[in-house]
C-alpha cells in the first residue's frame, strides 16, 4: 500500500504547487485567515503555534511575524518546502521556527508544546487515524486548541469533483462533518460548524476563458493534468462554474473542528 506521503506527491504535490505559482496568497487573504483566528478566539493569549500542512507558509510566516511567537512547520512535499525555505530567509523569521519538519505529521517529533495547531486543508492526507489525531492533542499546552479546517460533503467543491474527476479509491478521503462524527464516536469531544464564503469567479474564468490559475486549480481538485482533459469536459466544466455563479460569485462552504487538550 502507497503512504499517504506518496499518494500525497504522485496526486496531489506537484498540482498544489502550480496553484500557489500561478496565484500566491493576496495581504487581504492573510489578514482576513487572521481576523477568522481571533474572532473563533483562538489567538487569545497564545505564545507559540504549529501548522500541519503548511504548504508554501504564507499564512504561517503572516502570523508569525504579527505576532512575532515561535512557530512551527510541517508540510511533505519537495517543492514547497522549498519555496517556505526561501521566503523564511526573505522575512528573517528564522529565530522564531522552533520546529521543521519536511515530511507527513506521522514522523513529526519535538519536544515542543503549542498553543494552538492548525491543519487547512491538510487533514484529509490522514484521514480517520485516531493514533495521529491522539498524538496532535498531545502537542498542545494544558490550554491549547486543535483547530482542522476541511471542507463538507455536497459543497461545490465535491460536486465538481465527483462530477468530473476520477479519485484514487486508496486514498482516504474525508469530509469535515464526516469526520467531525467519526470523532464524537471515538470519544474526541470538540466545536464543530460550518460557514458559507464567497469567491469571484473571475479568478477562474475571464470572459468565458479559463485563467491559468483556473487550469490549475481544476487539475488539482480533478488529479488530473489539464492538458489531458478533453475539450468537451473543459466545456462542461466551464458551464458548470457558470450555473453556480450569481453575479460574479461562487459560494462554497468551509467546516471547521476545534478541540481542546484534555476534552475526551
Not at 490522514?126 to 499546552?141: C, K, M, W, Y
Amino acid at each position: 500500500m502507497p503512504t499517504n506521503k506518496m499518494l500525497w506527491e504522485t496526486i496531489y504535490g506537484s498540482r498544489f504547487k502550480n496553484i500557489l505559482m500561478q496565484k500566491p496568497l493576496l495581504e487581504k487573504n492573510l489578514i482576513d485567515f487572521v481576523d477568522s483566528l481571533r474572532s473563533l478566539g483562538l489567538l487569545k493569549k497564545i505564545t507559540s503555534f504549529l501548522s500541519i500542512g503548511a504548504g508554501a507558509g504564507e499564512r504561517e510566516l503572516f502570523l508569525a511575524h504579527k505576532l512575532q511567537i515561535p512557530f512551527g512547520y510541517i508540510d511533505p512535499t519537495v517543492e514547497l518546502t522549498k519555496i517556505f525555505s526561501q521566503k523564511l530567509r526573505e522575512a528573517k523569521l528564522e529565530l522564531l521556527l522552533q520546529d521543521e519538519h519536511f515530511g507527513p505529521f506521522e514522523t513529526f517529533k519535538t519536544q515542543h508544546r503549542y498553543d494552538l495547531i492548525f491543519a487547512l486543508h491538510s487533514w484529509y492526507y490522514i484521514g480517520a487515524n485516531e493514533r495521529a489525531l491522539r498524538n496532535v492533542l498531545s502537542l498542545l499546552t494544558e490550554k491549547g486548541h486543535l483547530y482542522i479546517v476541511m471542507i463538507p460533503s455536497n459543497t461545490f467543491t465535491v460536486t465538481l469533483s465527483k462530477q468530473f474527476g476520477s479519485h484514487a479509491s486508496d486514498v482516504n478521503f474525508l469530509f469535515s462533518n464526516g469526520f467531525s462524527v467519526w470523532a464524537k464516536k471515538k470519544g474526541y469531544n470538540h466545536k464543530y460548524q460550518e460557514k458559507e464564503v464567497e469567491f469571484n469567479i473571475q479568478a477562474f474564468l475571464e470572459k468565458k476563458k479559463f485563467t491559468s490559475y483556473g487550469k490549475a486549480w481544476i487539475a488539482y481538485m480533478l488529479r488530473q493534468d489539464w492538458n489531458t482533459i478533453s475539450v468537451q469536459k473543459r466545456k462542461q466544466i466551464k458551464d458548470f462554474f457558470l450555473d453556480y455563479q450569481k453575479n460574479g460569485m461562487t459560494r462554497e462552504t468551509i467546516g471547521s473542528l476545534i478541540f481542546c487538550k484534555g476534552r475526551r
